[in-house]
Structure formats: structure tokens, C-alpha cells
């Protein structure tokens, strides 16, 4: 009987082995596998630029001359682009030919009922098409912006129609227009559909002027309006500017788009909606380090 009983605890103690080897097996299992997924979860993170930091929520630079992505962050997401717009603005109308030396007057109806903007032009003033043109460029004069749009043959309607065939016709699938000055919401694209638009509006030499020009003076009855560009660094001689144009609205938040030539290198430079009043202009300085810094270290390889 003793030896019966002996038998089977021999028999137990056996059989728990068995259980613990095998669920210490199958741990080690389940440890492997979790750490393959931990290496290969890290593989696939995408690090940002190193010594990069960008505080604009879509961000895109690319070389203006090769098509190589220097820079992208949120490149593909739609958003509002606020007065970004009045580049298609100035391309539609030029691409129109209509007479810039003609004057058109700002009405009533061009006052901003969407977003009620201020603006330094009186209803009733008298300019030509050309200076609402330079005036809807360089300083975001919203009511211009709608005055062009107004006098166009057709109207403002035609003229929004005229603004998303053309976007078509460059390929910008991400791009959407509502109106002339960009105070809609519905005037929306993304950062690699901006960078292919701010090339193509680089090709009309009084959008470059207009765009970089550093300030301007207009009459209206007995006053002398002055108007300044509203990028801060188009005054900074640290910089080339080709091109520029600023937005913002509380949707799009704060937008820069340029052409600039930056470490010998002509490109184009997106930033989306940055919060905070200088957070557009830090970003692109912050760009611009970074490329000069990439620059050096090259050249320093290369001796």
C-alpha cells in the first residue's frame, strides 16, 4: 500500500513539471513575441529632422529647382488657408488680361460680413486695378481682394469658378476656393498643394514685385493711406524673398507661404497654421538655420 501511494506522488510531482515547463514555454513565447513587436513598432516611428523643431501644425518645404522634399509635417492634411488665397486671386486675373490701369471703386458689398475684418480702405475709394492688386498682395487688403473679384467679367461668381479651374489645371486636387480673399473657411488646400501653387504664381513677375514689395501709398479724397507688407522678414536683409504671402483667420490659424533662396538653394516654404503671433516667422528662421547649418556640415565633409 505504501508503495502504491508512493507511486502516485510520483506520478503528481511528475506532472506538475510538465505543466510548469510547459507554461514557462509558452511565457517565453509571449516575451519574444512582444518584444519583436516592440523592435519593430520602434522601426517603423518616423523621427523628426534632427535639431528641427517646427511649431506649425502643416509644414512643407521642397526644392524649388529639383522637387526634392527638404521638410514635411502634416503635408496632405486639407485646411483652411485664409488670405494664402489671394496668390490664385492674382493669377486668375492676370491670366485674364484685363485692363490693370482701369479704376474700380470699393462698395458697400465689399465689406467683410463673414468674418467682419477691418480694413484701411473707405468704401468709395477710387484706385486702379492694378494698385487693389498690389494692395490685396503685399498688405492682405481684403476688401481689394473683393473688389477684384467683383469687376471681374461675370462677376465674384465667375470669378471663384474661374479660381478652382485653374486650380484643377495645376494638379492641386486638395484645393477648394469660395471666394476672392480667403475669409471664407471653405477656401481650403494643403501644404503640398501650396508649395506647387506658390511655383506656379512665381511665374508672374508683378506677383513676385507685389508680394515683396516693402510698402505703399495710396490717395483716397484727402487722405494718404500707407500700407506695409505683412511679412515681418521681408525687411530682414538675412533673407532672399521671391515671393510671399501671409493669412490668417481663427480657423487657418497663422500661414506663411514663400519662395526663397536659403543655403543656395531656391525653395518652397509652407507653414500652416501656427498659433501665436510670431510662431510663422520663428518657424522659417528656424528653417533657414537648419539648412545653412546642413549646408556647412557638408562642405566640412567634403574637404
Known sequence: MARRYF???????FSVGLLDAKGATEFSK???????????????VQRPKKNLVLRSASVLVKDQKTGELLVQK????VVPIASITKLMTAMVLLDARISLDELITIEPEDIDTILYSPSRLPVGTRLSREKALLLALMASENRAARALGR???GGLKAFVIAMNAKARSLGLSRTHFEDTAGLSSGNTSSA????????AAYQYTLVREFTTREEATIHSGQRTLEFHNTNRLIQNPRWQIGLSKTGFTNEAGRCLVMQAS???RPLLIVLLDAQGRLTRFGDANRIKNWMENQSQARYKRQL
Open 192 to 199: 503640398r498643394d501650396l508649395a506647387r501653387m506658390v511655383d
Open 74 to 77: 502634416q503635408s496632405d492634411a
Open 262 to 264: 536659403v543655403a543656395r
Open 151 to 153: 469687376t471681374y467679367p
Open 7 to 13: 507511486i502516485a506522488i510520483l506520478c503528481i510531482l
Open 30 to 44: 509571449s516575451s519574444g513575441s512582444a518584444a519583436a513587436r516592440k523592435k519593430h513598432s520602434r522601426a517603423k
